[in-house]
């Protein structure tokens, strides 16, 4: 039965490795069909809602910014994961409800229970959250093309990274994996792959 996997984490905690090499891994090991999704860049709508929220020349209220992407969410949910996962194709989500939970509070201001609110009827099967230091995430991505989420205050990403590791613990659920996303790359993908065999 295919499956909904998430990969989170602050940016510059490597999910977009991670979600490549899980990929591969659906493909070669398992022989199973997979794809990896973003509810900023696999609708049209998610593009073009990300485009009008990342770039500073759209000077949108912050509230706004949390529900516009929740309709990428939505749309991502409706037009991507589920025809996908309805057609036996595993599902890897680069990023998804739990960056809705920490972003939407720390960056835009609302409330969990206002973000909950917005999110779309659908649970994954696993969420892993890359935990990575703050200092080595804004290393790894020193050389990179910033956008507006990303060039944050130190202090915001600290929070950021908090926040995720909190949600984590309060959820206690089986399907919240905090792996330390400081390790080697192949050793965080070992972890991830362990978990997913479970499934």
């Known amino acids: 039965m295919s ?13 977009t490795t991670q979600c490549t090499k899980l990929l591969k891994h659906f493909y ?11 509810e900023g860049g696999s609708t ?13 020349d759209f000077h949108i209220n912050k509230a706004a910014i949390a529900y516009m992407i929740a309709a990428a969410r939505h749309q991502l949910v409706e037009t991507q994961i589920v025809p996908y996962l309805e057609n036996n194709t595993n599902v890897i989500c680069d ?13 835009c201001g609302l409330t969990y229970e206002q973000i909950y609110s917005t999110f779309p009827k659908i649970a ?52 919240w ?10 050793q965080v993908h070992k972890q991830i792959v362990e978990y997913v065999e479970k499934l």
Not at 5 to 14: A, L, P, R, T, Y
Not at 95 to 107: A, E, K, M, N, W
Not at 133 to 152: G, T
């Open 44 to 56: 049209a709508l998610g593009q073009g809602l990300f485009e009008m929220i990342k770039w500073p």
């Open 28 to 38: 070669t090991t398992r022989d199973e069909a997979a794809v990896i999704v973003s």
């Open 124 to 175: 994954p099967n696993a969420i892993f959250i890359l935990d990575v230091q703050p200092h080595i995430a804004v290393h790894r991505m020193k050389d990179k093309v910033k956008d507006s989420f990303e060039v944050a205050d130190w202090r915001v990403i600290v929070h950021r990274r908090q926040a995720y590791l909190k949600l984590a613990q309060e959820f206690k659920c089986p399907e």
């Open 177 to 186: 994996i905090v792996i330390k996303g400081e390790q080697d790359e192949e």
């Open 95 to 107: 990023r998804f409800t739990p960056s809705g939970l920490v972003y939407g509070s720390i960056d």
């Open 3 to 15: 499956k909904l996997i998430v990969i989170e984490g602050i940016d510059g905690s490597g999910k």
